[in-house]
């Protein structure tokens, strides 16, 4: 059975730095491409940065390049989201994402349970 | 820029009633076009790839159709267990979602 989990989300300040992780199981990891998604309260989903299997190829949502960071450690089935210089409206609930390709479109197929992170002072 | 318009924002219909959402991208995407349920409180649900395949386990009362920029999502026999928002997405963008309740 395929699962993520999420963690390392909580309330931190604005200018402030928090580190999500996302422990995947249940499929071979390095196959897949990994995606970061989140929904500010009451609002939409919005994509926020993906990442190759290899992690060699990373693309980020214009409102967090310069200040977010993906990455992924194969050998512990794990995918990260650094986040720097957070700001409110950063606030949101965070899902780990993994993306299936098949001939040629992209689609999230299974999602983490999501990780509430707040920006406030 | 890339964008998905999606309508209506929110319907309301009764049991058993068929439902249409929309959702319109800004140029001609062929079939590429996914759509997820997501109900309160919990993550997002893959139903539709590729504009009409229907994910695995996922109940055949939903449908999907279209190709290059209008699309269409259907719920054939709303039932209790369907109220949620749902979303078209293309690559890394979502549409606004739908809001669907029982009338």
């Known amino acids: 059975e395929v699962q993520l989990v999420e963690s390392g989300g909580g309330l931190v300040q604005p200018g402030g730095s928090l580190r999500l992780s996302c422990a995947a199981s249940?499929?071979?990891?390095?196959?897949?491409?990994m995606s970061w998604v989140r929904q500010a309260p009451g609002k939409g989903l919005e994509w926020v940065a993906n990442i190759k299997e290899d992690g060699n190829e990373k693309y980020y949502v214009d409102s967090v390049k310069g200040r977010f960071t993906i990455s992924r450690d194969n050998a512990k089935n794990s995918l990260y989201l650094q986040m720097n210089s957070l700001r409110a409206d950063d606030t949101a609930v965070y899902y780990c994402?993994?993306?299936?390709?098949?001939?040629?479109?992209?689609?999230?197929?299974?999602w983490g349970q999501g990780i509430l992170v707040t920006v406030s002072s | 820029d890339f964008q998905m318009t999606q309508s209506p924002s929110s319907l309301s219909a009764p049991v058993g009633d068929r439902v249409t959402i929309t959702c319109q991208a800004s140029h001609d995407i062929s079939n590429y076009l996914n759509w997820y349920q997501q109900k309160p409180g919990k993550a997002p649900k893959l139903l539709i790839y590729d504009a009409s395949n229907l994910e695995t386990g996922v109940p055949s009362r939903f449908s999907g159709s279209g190709s290059g920029t209008d699309f269409t999502f259907i719920i054939s026999s709303l039932q209790p267990e369907d109220i949620a928002t749902y979303y078209c997405?293309?690559?890394?963008?979502f549409g606004q979602g739908t809001k669907v309740e029982i009338k």
């Open positions: 997405q293309q690559g890394w963008a």
């Open positions: 994402a993994r993306v299936r390709a098949v001939a040629g479109t992209d689609f999230f197929d299974y």
């Open positions: 249940g499929f071979t990891f390095s196959n897949f491409w």
